[in-house]
T-cell receptor, first 113, second 109 residues
Framework: DSGVTQTPKHLITATGQRVTLRCSPR?????VYWYQQSLDQGLQFLIQ???????AKGNILERFSAQQFPDLHSELNLSSLELGDSALYFC????????????FGDGTRLSIL | ELKVEQNPLFLSMQEGKNYTIYCNYS?????LYWYRQDPGKSLESLFV?????AVKQEGRLMASLDTKARLSTLHITAAVHDLSATYFC?????????FGQGTRLTINP
């Protein structure tokens, strides 16, 4: 158990819809990272938040947005969903330093029908 | 563009054998990670390599980093079935993490 909690575990929805994925980091961790894992694109870094502020941005689409709240949990919002958004979305956390390993949650599997 | 390439992508080996997974990357970085992912599961951090010449070992796995050659290796010694998984090499770029394609390792009894 990594201590990182992601909900929901599975999500099935239709094209054009909007969903919110939630992540609670390990106790004491200030950084939260979001990743997308799909068969065709592999694992891609989406975005990082540190103590409520956006710190780094990766291959995140404009239809996607994220935020980190004062209690340090984070949400990833995906809108105008397309079939290609079907993927496993991981959240990871660490204390904040780049040289610290990230601890991954179990992921949310998103299926777009 | 920062690229990370792993070789091989698929590896099937017998228990007791040794093998090495290679990770080449395109631009200078002094921070590299190795992660393990079991089928349908999350990612587990194995090693963080911070400097040229760094070598870290945990059980039957040993990782090394050569920043001049832009190469990291993950060596498996006397493989056992429990090491079957997908292994990812991950590079710390400028404000961005870049993942290799992953090496799917299958160890047969």
């Amino acid at each position: 158990d990594s201590g990182v909690t992601q909900t929901p575990k599975h999500l099935i929805t239709a094209t054009g819809q909007r969903v919110t994925l939630r992540c609670s980091p390990r106790s004491g961790d200030l950084s939260v990272y979001w990743y997308q894992q799909s068969l065709d694109q592999g694992l891609q870094f989406l975005i990082q938040y540190y103590n409520g502020e956006e710190r780094a941005k990766g291959n995140i689409l404009e239809r996607f947005s994220a935020q980190q709240f004062p209690d340090l949990h984070s949400e990833l919002n995906l809108s105008s969903l397309e079939l290609g958004d079907s993927a496993l979305y991981f959240c990871a956390s660490n204390r904040g330093g780049d040289n610290q390993p990230q601890h991954f949650g179990d992921g949310t599997r998103l299926s777009i029908l | 563009e920062l690229k990370v390439e792993q070789n091989p992508l698929f590896l099937s080996m017998q228990e007791g054998k040794n093998y090495t997974i290679y990770c080449n990357y395109s631009t200078t970085s002094d921070r590299l990670y190795w992660y393990r992912q079991d089928p349908g599961k999350s990612l587990e951090s194995l090693f963080v390599l911070l400097s040229n010449g760094a070598v870290k070992q945990e059980g039957r796995l040993m990782a090394s980093l050569d920043t001049k050659a832009r190469l990291s290796t993950l060596h498996i010694t006397a493989a056992v079935h429990d090491l079957s998984a997908t292994y990812f090499c991950v590079l710390q770029g400028a404000q961005k993490l870049v993942f290799g394609q992953g090496t799917r390792l299958t160890i047969n009894p």
